[in-house]
């Protein structure tokens, strides 16, 4: 039996998540959850979004699986999710963005991997005014050799034990000389160690025009935290947008599962979000939990009920009048 945190978040997120929590259930994995709280929820009650009790869960159960939380803009408390990936040094967040045949989208053969450091960089939380009147600000990036290596590494090695042939290393070098100067002369250094992985590497600017032109041609990208924030987004939209992306947030001993979309106010209590991004994030949870075969079965009737694109959400078919319970529920009987 896995023990696991699970924190409904925000929003839409208490009902996406009981839908992806009912078909982790019916798959036959062992997991035993242990609900806690974060988010304005628990700001509104508790007066803090990250209750002591909530990290205690984690720390203890090492793996939490989350709904999307709301983090206010330009002013409040700091982002739950960035503050958990620093506090549990949950360095490398891994989103894959692959095609499915039943979502319409521009391309046909898209399957990347993002894989974005997640504990340095422009998020580092290293920003303050420079004047009393609040009229000047300024933001500080780290990059450390250590950050970089383990990130790269870790890009590598998911190539390597996922059958992936490239590592794209994405940078602004020719500006940013020394932090993303140093991320690149590691990305190669890393690289070096693996003859049998494609290495290239990709100002990131460029990356984003060849990845609108020709996404086919990248595989694996690895990146430093806020370009690989916007390049995980952008891969999203390949392939019909954030309602598809899982993401996991993996470190040493612990490890935070997760869908990357926001908490969607607009459309709670609606029974009208897609539960897919989330329920993928579970597989992805399952698998490293080694519970091979209940993922297996979660991901290929999720690929069925998507693909034959009638028991689906109205953002994946306008004709559908299926909710998110009915589509977690046809996602359930597609596995027995």
Known sequence: MHNVTLIKGDGIGPSIMDVAVKVINASGAKINWEEAEAGMGAYDKQGTPIPEKTLESIEKNRVAFKGPLTTPIGKGFRSINVALRQEYDLYANVRPAKTWKGAQTRYDHVDIVVVRENTEGLYAGLEHYLTKEKDIAESLAVVTRKGSERIVEYAF?????????????????????YTSGLFLDVAKEVAARYPEIEFDEK???????????NPEQFDVIVTTNMFGDILSDLTAGLVGGLGLIPGANIGKDAALFEAVHGSAPDITGKNIANPTAVIMAGVMMLNHLGEIEAATKIQLAVEKIIDESQFVTPDLNPQSNTGTIEMGEAIIAAMI
């Open 203 to 213: 100002i990131v600017d460029a990356s984003c025009m060849h990845l609108v032109m």
């Open 157 to 177: 090695n998911y190539a390597k034990e996922n059958g992936r042939k490239k590592v794209t290393a994405c940078h602004k070098a020719n500006i940013l000389k």
